[in-house]
């Protein structure tokens, strides 16, 4: 082989690994546009948000459904999967599933938009397991991008029984002002 040939194959295998190199890094790059795309989505989505929790000050068990994500959820349909009356009460208009929320599609639905739903005072929810069932599951359904996400939470009240009721320091201060205030009117009148 002349000395030309040499540095022509030569040239031809770093040409080579030039285009290997090159076709790595552009998988490479694709690979983190698409990571990078979906952490894009991720932040800016809508996440529907089911909890229970207790209504401060008084003992009281409540259910929010909550859009904690960055953008509205479009055609939200709200299921959940057995009836639950509030406050044990049986009739049909006390049901949870016959509740506006989650019988009809909400068209958009915001972010930080909340619903709040009262379940009943403690004892009474923990006292008619039949009517107020200790879990249950709620099942969000609905549109983002033109494409659809299903969320489902198991709501389990059981930890909230035998639980204490809080009371704010200002509440206690608020009520006592007042119990003094009326004890003043009750006086003078």
């Not at 929320?101 to 909400?106: G, Q, R, V, Y």
């Not at 639905?109 to 709040?116: I, N, V, Y």
Request: charged share 20%.
């Amino acid at each position: 082989m002349h000395p030309a040939e040499w540095i022509n194959l030569f040239i031809a295998v770093i040409t080579g690994l030039v285009c290997l190199a090159t076709f790595k890094i552009l998988t490479a790059n694709r690979e983190t546009v698409a990571v990078m795309r979906e952490q894009i989505r991720a932040s800016t989505r809508p996440y529907i948000d089911v909890s229970a929790w207790i209504r401060p000050g008084e003992p009281v068990i409540m259910l929010s459904v909550k859009n904690t994500g960055n953008s509205g959820a479009l055609n939200l349909k709200l299921t959940i999967d057995q009836s639950f009356y509030r406050n044990a009460e049986k009739q049909p208009q006390n049901d949870l599933r016959n509740l506006h929320a989650f019988k009809e599609i909400a068209v958009s639905f915001g972010p930080r938009t909340e619903l709040k739903f009262f379940l009943g005072a403690g004892h009474t929810v923990f006292g008619n397991p039949e009517l107020c069932p200790p879990k249950f599951t709620v099942e969000a359904k609905y549109n983002f991008a033109g494409e659809q996400f299903v969320e489902v939470t198991v709501v389990d009240l059981s930890p909230f029984l035998m639980t204490d009721v809080s009371k704010d320091p200002m509440t206690v201060q608020l009520e006592k002002l007042n119990a003094t205030a009326a004890a003043l009117v009750k006086k003078m009148g």
